[in-house]
């Protein structure tokens, strides 16, 4: 779940789901818009897209998070083993599906109950958490989308 600048709250589904034919799909995006928040009314989320990302299709993918940068244009995906950056519309926080996401492996410094993602003070860097007590937080550095690596290049991210 991640909660865009206008208060719309995105989720996307973890586990893995079979379509008709018993084959695994992929994740699920919904949304619920801001404007059920402070009324009396039932809010029913809205399928909206999917990820490519197949939760179940390889040791450990299963999505365990979900963090959106502080400008709103990248979204970071994690999983047990890896994280996918995706370039987002900052006006909706919805991923551009005509830029392919990123993806950073995480699997050698990931310890059992790795859940947690933010983006680290400067857009750049990721902080990932895990369950428990003493568990070690850890700093990483993932590759951003083309897209976004040209703004940023260019000054305009």
């Known amino acids: 779940m991640y909660v865009a600048a206008d208060g719309t709250v995105t989720l996307i589904t973890k586990r893995p789901l079979e379509d008709a ?7 699920l995006v919904f949304i619920l818009p801001n404007a059920f928040w402070g009324s009396d009314t039932t809010a029913v989320a809205q399928l909206v897209d999917s990820l490519p990302i197949v939760p179940g299709s390889a040791p450990r ?3 365990t998070d979900a963090s959106l940068s502080p400008d709103g244009r990248l979204l970071a995906v994690r999983t047990y083993a890896q994280i996918y950056v995706f370039a987002t519309d900052s006006s909706n926080a919805r991923v551009r599906s005509t830029v392919r996401p990123a993806i950073c492996n995480i699997a050698q410094i990931e310890t059992v109950g790795g859940e947690g993602i933010t983006w680290y003070a400067d857009s750049s860097r ?19 989308p083309s897209s976004s690596r040209e703004a940023v290049v260019r000054g305009t991210a």
Request: glycine share 6%; with cysteine; charged share 15%.
């Open 21 to 27: 034919r018993g084959h695994l799909r992929p994740a």
């Open 126 to 144: 990721l902080l990932l958490t895990s369950e428990g007590w003493n568990t070690p937080m850890h700093v990483v550095n993932c590759p951003l």
């Open 61 to 63: 993918r299963l999505i």
